[in-house]
């Protein structure tokens, strides 16, 4: 009998032990689980507002670029209007053509320069948050490239033309009369001015920094344009995302 008594109480104790270690199990399970879900849950709403901030960091740039191709734009055609001035000129001088005043007007545009207004605002801001909050590596690249390269290169012509600007104004002090800023000025002898190489090699000199102005400026259009084109394409995927 104490047998049995013994192999019952070893029995009734075996089965308290194993509901007490599928208790424990189950709880620990219940654990982990609850565990990975507030894992997953951060790590969603970490990407969610990663995703946000490289939206509003796009959207931004975005705006901004819209902006700066109005005054790339217009830069270029201030530019272009100034090469077909020096063209004239330097056609007027080689073929020994008379004066005449409607020539005054591309006398005045001689040495002008325009001034690069981007807005780099938001390429300081991206900087700022790190730049891999554009997880899209061809579309940071073409960013960077556009702030960094193109932009800078249109500033160091820009400079240039500034240190050539004074040199020229001082030498139109003594050669023409009529002066009006950017718009005109009249030669005081212009069969002398035919014959003044340093007058013509300024004139050559001018048409040169236009040219290549020009295109700094044309190649900043093209990328700025096919930045708005991919940046509002990666703006849409990733709200579709």
């Not at 790590?43 to 509003?56: G, R, V």
């Not at 020539?103 to 207004?117: E, M, Q, Y």
């Not at 000199?205 to 020009?214: A, Q």
Request: glycine share 4%.
């Amino acid at each position: 009998m104490r047998i049995f008594h013994k192999l019952r109480l070893n029995a009734i104790q075996f089965i308290k032990i194993r509901k007490y270690l599928i208790y424990a199990i189950g709880e620990i399970l219940l654990i982990t689980i609850g565990i990975l879900i507030a894992l997953n849950l951060n790590n969603w709403n970490q990407d969610q507002n990663a995703k946000a901030l490289e939206i509003k960091t796009l959207k931004e740039i975005h705006l901004g670029l819209s902006d700066d191709l109005k005054d790339l734009q217009f830069n270029i055609g201030f530019y272009r209007n100034c090469k077909i001035s020096s063209d004239i000129l330097i056609s007027h001088f080689k073929n020994n053509l008379p004066y005449n005043d409607t020539l005054d007007s591309h006398f005045g545009k001689i040495g002008l320069f325009a001034v690069l207004s981007v807005r780099t605002g938001p390429f300081e801001t991206l900087k700022s948050r790190g730049m891999e909050t554009i997880t899209n590596d061809s579309l940071r690249l073409k960013i960077a490239n556009l702030y960094d390269s193109n932009y800078k290169t249109i500033v160091v012509y820009q400079n240039i033309h500034i240190e050539h600007y004074s040199e020229i104004r001082k030498m139109f002090l003594n050669k023409f009369k009529n002066l009006t800023a950017f718009e005109s000025a009249s030669p005081i002898n212009y069969e002398k001015l035919l014959n003044d190489i340093v007058f013509l090699n300024t004139v050559k000199l001018s048409l040169d920094e236009v040219f290549y102005s020009i295109y700094a400026y044309e190649l900043a259009v093209a990328n700025c344009k096919e930045l708005l084109f991919e940046i509002g394409q990666e703006i849409d995927r990733l709200n579709n995302k």
